[in-house]
């Protein structure tokens, strides 16, 4: 009896660029606001850090963001071409974590250079995913896989 590796359930990859198109209105609005209320900007990136923290978790698909584009607007879409590993943009999530918390904590300690740049880093992955389809993340995450199996 040969034992087979369990199952993973593929996620509609319009979901990750769904999400990514609010993280980049979301860094976006943190960035306009850091000058004159880096205390706003320092907030705004902390609640941006939870919902990865949750995408790094849980699953992208399990954020808010993933749930209001499950309910509101897959619905309304034509079933996917094909469905994505769900693993690539977990890892995603927890590089934007890093990034988002380097960015709060920035803001929140009058760093706001610091701050400014890794909410504008945040803000280019955010922008390529959910422009272009490049998820820098998961990019970064199969070439870790592919360096490990050279190992």
């Known amino acids: 009896m040969s034992a087979t590796a369990p199952t993973v359930a593929g996620i509609d990859p319009r979901g990750p660029r769904f999400t990514a198109a609010i993280t980049l209105v979301v860094f976006a609005v943190a960035l306009v606001l850091s000058d004159a209320a880096p205390g706003v900007a320092a907030v705004i990136t902390g609640v941006q850090a939870v919902l990865f923290a949750i995408g790094a978790g849980l699953g992208v698909q399990r954020t808010p963001t993933g749930v209001l584009f499950r309910r509101l607007v897959r619905p309304r879409l034509a079933a996917p071409d094909h469905l994505e590993d769900p693993a690539p943009p977990r890892f995603a999530q927890a590089v934007g974590l890093v990034f988002a918390v380097v ?3 920035g803001f929140a300690t009058g760093a706001v250079l610091l701050g400014q740049v890794f909410a504008a880093l945040a803000f280019v992955a955010a922008f390529l995913n959910a422009v272009f ?12 896989l592919r360096s490990l199996r050279r190992i």
């Open 103 to 105: 960015a709060t904590l």
């Open 133 to 144: 389809a490049f998820c820098l993340g998961c990019e970064l995450y199969l070439l870790g």
